[in-house]
């Protein structure tokens, strides 16, 4: 029992060892697999183990209690005494006649003997010196006649013999004269006490092998090495089927998981494919037909919304044409009615039809820029030597602004596209200018570099200016194209700003604060 313990500790011990590797090597949100292991390895070795033992234990009492003691010794009486009396038959005989009485016929008839022989083994040789009966079959199933067992015989080893055959059950009784001189005399024997020594012997036997039984097996802790390799191999069919019950399950949850995936980063084209049954296959298939479905539905989407945004490019274009075309109508009226007059200094009609085509024609440009926007090629690249380009190119224009520079001389180099990096930024510095202009005072503007992370060489670039500001609904709409606060503008210079950010990995923030100015904030 003791070492059944000792077993049962040391095969949970790896057990646990096993399930926390298979655990830890798990991955989050995959760990079905492990948790139907521990389930399975419990719902067998719980009732498992308790019954083992139980059944062990029972085993080995019941074997305990059937080898009491003095059975054994008491069959073996049994069976001495049925050969003592057998035997003192014979002895009776042989003292009623001694050696050197004759037996005949007569002698032997009378006291039941079925064959009497006396013999002298001379030169290993069997001579025959008296006979009755010996034309008797039985006689030659005698011991005498076995030149092996003739010593044995006559040291006086072996005194008699159970004959059993199909005429009958005989008992065969030696004399030993002296070394080389024996008597043998045989008689019939009653079935019952033949079948009552049988019966006997049988018990014996049994007993003796539950003897060896409980030697071997039970007081050498066999039975409970054999327990515990019952409980091993319960244990690893436990896992085995674990194993394979959760591979059925898990490994389609796991290709669901991994096609949820692919869906949420748009890839609609690979189904899953894995092998599965019953509500496990339901399942995949209706996660391949709903990816079916939202691919025709995304395709659909998308020719709609293309549709839409060319109906709203065709409305604004529309919109703006007809903006710029009524004020040229009405300036060319104008010219052709004031034909011959005196000039209006008030209004110049051909000044307005200048004006207007301009419009159209920056409209065109920006149009033209925001969709033909190239892809971004970057270069490891200076943000301070672009930055000091523009404000020196700025510096130069009519009304001046004083600009404040913080740039950061340690500043890496970061990979962006010169010219059009050059393009957001010249966007971005000069509506800070626009908007310090508004005020009657315009105050400096700051363009300031940091470093926001040595490891991963990211940096930041801020541009402020202490403006007019803007409310948050406007700052929430600022990058959506065709949305603009100016009352000529088209709504598209920010757009392509955040356009150029995205191409570049970058992010882009705008803090604003009505009469207070605006701040924006690249991360590079």
Known sequence: MNVFLFWILIIAFFLSFYLY?????????????????????LLVLIPAIPLTSFVSALLTRGVEMLLLPGIERSLSNSLDIIRYQLEERGDIF????????????????????????????????????????????????????????????????????LIQVEEGNYFEVYDVLNKNEFRVAAFSVDPKIVIAK???????????SLSLFKKSVVEGQIIWGFSTLLIIIMAVIAIYAAKILSRGISEPIQELTAGMQRVAEGNLDKPVTVKAKDEIKFLVDSFNKMARDLKVSQEKLVQAERLAAWQDVARRVSHEIKNSLTPIQLSIRRIVENKGRKKDSKFDPVETIYAELESLRRFATDFSEFARLPQANLEKDNVNEVIQSIVTLLEAEPGVINFKLKLDKNLPL???????????LHNIIKNAIESSRAKPSPGEILVETSIVDENQKTIQIKIKDWGEGMEAEVVEKIFEPYYSTKQRGMGLGLAIVKKIIDDHNATIDYKSF????TEVIIVL
């Open 21 to 41: 590797l298979i655990y830890r090597r798990s991955p989050k949100g995959f760990r079905f697999q492990v948790k139907l292991t521990i389930t399975f390895i």
């Open 94 to 161: 042989f003292k009623i006649y001694q050696e050197s009485d004759e037996v005949d016929q007569k002698i032997a008839t009378g006291n039941d003997i079925v064959y009497y022989a006396k013999g002298r083994i001379q030169n290993g040789s069997l001579q025959l010196l008296e006979s009755v009966g010996i034309q008797n079959s039985l006689w030659r199933k005698s011991l005498i006649h076995q030149s092996e067992v003739i010593p044995s015989l006559l040291n006086g080893e072996i005194k008699s013999q």
């Open 198 to 208: 049988d019966n006997i012997s049988e018990s014996l036997r049994i007993y003796n």
């Open 414 to 424: 970061v990979n962006l596209d010169r010219v059009q990096f050059r393009r957001a």
């Open 514 to 517: 009505p009469g207070k100015g």
